[in-house]
Structures are given as C-alpha cells and as structure tokens.
C-alpha cells in the first residue's frame, strides 16, 4: 500500500501563540511530552519553538523572542519517502503539516521511520516495489521519461537448493550492496521480490543501459560469499515519448515493469546478459 503523510500524521496539534511567555510554552511541552510547538498568531502559522529555543532564552521573554520563523513543511499528500528525504535535509524531527496554510497536523521522526519500515526489504535494507510504484507515477504526471531495470539473478534456485537459504540470503545482501554502489542517487531503486531487483531511472534509455552495464561489470568482478559464482540477466523497458491517453500512470507504470521482467526473462534464456524492449517488441542490445 502506498502511504502518504495524512495517513500517520497527528491532527490534534498543540500550539502555541507567539505573544505567550515562555514558562507557559515550557509548561505544555512538558504536560504533553513534546520538544516543540508550532507557533500561530491569528491562526497563522509564524514559527515554530523548541525546548531548546527555551533553555537558551530568559524565562521572561515570550515566544516570538525565541522561536525559530523558518517553518519547514510539507502537504498532506506527500509520500512518506519524500518526508523522509526532506527531515533528513533539514535535519529536524518534526515536520509540521499545512493544507493551504492551515496546519493541519505534524509528524515526528519516530512515527515516519516506524511507517518506512513497513515498506522496507528486511533482509537487504532496501525499499519495496511500491516505492518505485510511487516514484514512476510522480515522474509521469511530471511529464519526465522514465526506464525500468529489471534485474532477475541467474540460478538463484539452485544456489539457495545446494548451498541453504541462509547462503542464499548472504548472497541476495551482497547483491543489494552492489545495487547500492551504481545506482545514481537520481535514480529509484527496491527489491522487487524474491531475487529480482528493480531500478527506475529518470535519466533515458541509454544511461539505463550504462547503469546495467556498469552493475553487471561489478556483479562478474565481485567474489561473493562461498566463492559461489553469481550471474543475472537484465531487461530494460521505458516509455520514450509516450503519451498516456487512457490517464492511468499507475497502469502505465504496471505494463513497462511487465515488459522489463519479460525481457529480462528473454536474456535469460538466450543468454543475453542485457535485453531492452521497445515498444512492444524485444530486441536485442548485448
């Protein structure tokens, strides 16, 4: 399930108004064992306090005194990867909730990372499929041209039958941290289930193709746990100039990952290491 913010955040909201001296301030951070307060005047968000806005001010200032007035926000609708991204930018614990200017709720780090985790491959530290479901879709209605990688590991069956599937978890971990290495931070990249991989690039066709090159190119020069020797095949798929008339991205999003996995299922079994489809065709590129 996709997640957005308006599904963890908290609405009842305690405020403070800028005119309020700080010993009141102080007062309801410790009744509702929070660290800070946004602060309002006339409804209006202008800042936000924190209890260490409080110690380092004189008790007998008020809050406009002491508050910070950069106020970082985000909307209800914004997924919670993008909050993530945003927290860590600015690094806070909270962010604070607007729809049109209204606060309308806040979240803390806590609360946002425990939701993350729901959407988090254990086993490789990785997102899960819907993450890239979300990105490709918030791309498309961007109008940006996106590629799929679809990476699917070459007898991945027989390595967890001969050698346990604790070795092949040893191995699937080792694959997430080559993923990790040449995968750009522009482009999206989950563990798609099972041993397939799947990276979402917004960069064009051919610098997926160089993302899968370069990521074979490390695979064939890595020594792997056991020394077991460790292949995979991949399939490339994007919508080029594609002009989504049916207005369903998500539908879209789902038919390319579809064509990236049978591609990568065409190299597989004519050996191909790279495969990349277009249009609805196949074709080769290795």
């Known amino acids: 399930m996709i997640s957005d913010i308006s599904n963890i955040m908290t609405r009842d909201v305690v405020t403070v108004n800028a005119e309020d001296g700080l010993c009141k301030a102080q007062r309801l951070m410790d009744k509702y064992s929070i660290g800070c307060l946004p602060v309002v005047d006339d409804s209006r968000i202008v800042g936000i306090v924190t209890s260490k806005d409080i110690r380092n001010s004189h008790p007998n200032r008020i809050v406009a005194d002491a508050m910070s007035r950069k106020v970082i926000f985000v909307t209800p609708d914004i997924s919670v990867w993008d909050a993530r991204q945003k927290m860590e930018k600015h690094k806070i614990e909270r962010l604070l909730v607007l729809n049109k200017e209204k606060l309308v709720g806040v979240v803390t780090r806590a609360k946002l990372y425990y939701e993350l985790g729901k959407h988090t491959d254990l086993l490789t530290g990785l997102y899960k499929a819907e993450y890239v479901y979300q990105k ?17 590991m070459d007898r991945f069956g027989y390595i967890n039958k001969e050698y346990g599937h604790t070795t092949g978890n040893m191995i699937l971990k080792e694959m997430a941290g080559i ?22 690039d917004p960069n064009g066709a051919d610098q997926s193709r160089i993302i899968a090159e370069n990521f074979l190119k490390e695979v064939s020069g890595t020594r792997f746990y056991k020394d077991i020797k ?57």
């Open 179 to 200: 993923l990790k290495r040449v995968v750009s931070q522009k482009a999206y990249l989950c563990r798609f289930g099972g041993d397939e991989f799947v990276i979402l």
């Open 230 to 286: 460790v292949s995979a095949s991949v399939g490339i798929a994007g919508n080029g100039n594609y002009e989504n008339k049916e207005g369903s991205h998500i539908k879209s999003v789902m038919e390319m990952i579809n064509t990236a996995s049978l591609a990568s299922t065409k190299a597989k079994k004519e050996k191909h290491p790279i495969i990349v489809a277009e249009g609805a065709a196949v074709s080769e590129i290795a």
């Open 136 to 152: 490709a879709v918030e791309l498309l209605e961007g109008g940006v041209e996106i590629s799929f990688i679809f990476i699917d």
